[in-house]
């Protein structure tokens, strides 16, 4: 069973309360609940958490290792000034995506420049809520798509033995 982290970033936990024209109507709650549901679906084994604190994302991300096969992290509004959540991606090499309710790319410019960005295997950006379920499908596939390749490499398939060819020379 593949075991996944989601982590929110500050201020997520007032989805659904303010900002509704951006971040759309559902709560946090709602957003888990989503997730959850989708999760028991795919058969995940799913841990979910949110901080307003950069210090507790970053050593959640460095407990990850060996405890998660995969992270979805919103760092919201870390993801524009972290390199310290960058470095701890890094570090762990858990292999991580990183989610954005709206799309980032068509608002305010600062919020164009993501420091996590060059160390995720993806960005979700623009697709609300769903854009969760999306990144823990993209990392699952990811995962089974990594681990047979490492099975096929560290025990060969026993294939039919060559054919011969008879030399006339
Ligand atoms: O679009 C996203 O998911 C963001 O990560 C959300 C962050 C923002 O700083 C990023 O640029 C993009 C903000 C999260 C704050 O969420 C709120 C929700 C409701 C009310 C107020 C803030």
Known sequence: MLRLLVLHGPNLNLLGTREKSIYGTATLGAVDAAITRFARQEQFDITIRQSNLEGELVTWIQEAKGRFDGIVINPAGYTHTSIAIRDAIVAVAVPTVEVHLSNIHQREEFRH?????????????????????????????????????????????????????????
């Open 113 to 169: 420049k993501s420091f996590v960005a060059g160390v995720a295997l993806a960005q979700i950006s623009g697709f609300g809520p769903s854009g969760y379920l999306l990144a823990l499908r993209g990392l699952a596939e990811h995962l089974a798509a990594a681990r047979s390749k490492a099975t096929r490499t560290r025990r060969p398939a026993l294939g039919r033995p060559k054919a011969r060819t008879r030399s006339t020379s």
